[in-house]
T-cell receptor
Framework: GAGVSQSPSNKVTEKGKDVELRCDPISGHTALYWYRQSLGQGLEFLIYFQGNSAPDKSGLPSDRFSAERTGGSVSTLTIQRTQQEDSAVYLC????????????FGSGTRLTVV | KNEVEQSPQNLTAQEGEFITINCSYSVGISALHWLQQHPGGGIVSLFMLSSGKKKHGRLIATINIQEKHSSLHITASHPRDSAVYICAVRSHSGGGADGLTFGKGTHLIIQP
């Protein structure tokens, strides 16, 4: 596609439920990143995929968070047993190879846990 | 302590003023990014720097590697420049293997 596409754009869920957030990167971009932006906070790195290499999960805040990337393209971020502190905007970005090459953000998914 | 510090946190200026936003970082980096986030959340990558200076339209970004400092300048500012400007660095000590460490952003408002 022409840009990084994320869905849904907004998600309201009840505490304790699982949610899945989707990111469709720019075609041909091998690097894909998930970030989180909480109210009043800066962007927080979550996870990074590069090609077929094992993902860098060092930013995931707890084992309730997981992500996968199928076929080197679409990625899904899953949050299990959501908590109110998970409420944030979840942003996906992709890059041709890595952040030394610049990258493009999606418009984000605003997650609200009630 | 955040590895990336931006100043000011908030800036309100009149249309036409010359704007400077500063970013200081404490680690060795391979690249520094300036991002723009408009109300509604969309983020646009403005510049990626590893040395020197870059210019795009009314925007200028500079970096001093020795001083670990970068500035983003806006000339002839316009209300449409109102946004949050975010500095981010790629280092080997944080942000994941290729992820970035972000400043908290500078909220800029340009009044007509």
């Amino acid at each position: 596609g022409a840009g990084v596409s994320q869905s849904p754009s907004n998600k309201v869920t009840e505490k304790g439920k699982d949610v899945e957030l989707r990111c469709d990167p720019i075609s041909g971009h091998t690097a894909l990143y998930w970030y989180r932006q909480s109210l009043g906070q800066g962007l927080e790195f979550l996870i990074y995929f590069q090609g077929n290499s094992a993902p860098d999960k060092s930013g995931l805040p707890s084992d309730r968070f997981s992500a996968e990337r199928t076929g080197g393209s679409v990625s899904t971020l899953t949050i299990q047993r959501t908590q109110q502190e998970d409420s944030a905007v979840y942003l996906c970005a992709s890059s041709y190879r890595g952040t030394d090459y610049g990258y493009t953000f999606g418009s984000g998914t605003r997650l609200t846990v009630v | 302590k955040n590895e990336v510090e931006q100043s000011p946190q908030n800036l309100t200026a009149q249309e036409g003023e010359f704007i400077t936003i500063n970013c200081s970082y404490s680690v060795g980096i391979s690249a520094l990014h300036w991002l723009q986030q408009h109300p509604g959340g969309g983020i646009v990558s403005l510049f990626m720097l590893s040395s020197g200076k870059k210019k795009h339209g009314r925007l200028i970004a500079t970096i001093n590697i020795q001083e670990k400092h970068s500035s983003l300048h806006i000339t002839a500012s316009h209300p449409r420049d109102s946004a949050v400007y975010i500095c981010a660095v790629r280092s080997h000590s944080g942000g994941g293997a290729d992820g970035l460490t972000f400043g908290k952003g500078t909220h800029l408002i340009i009044q007509p």
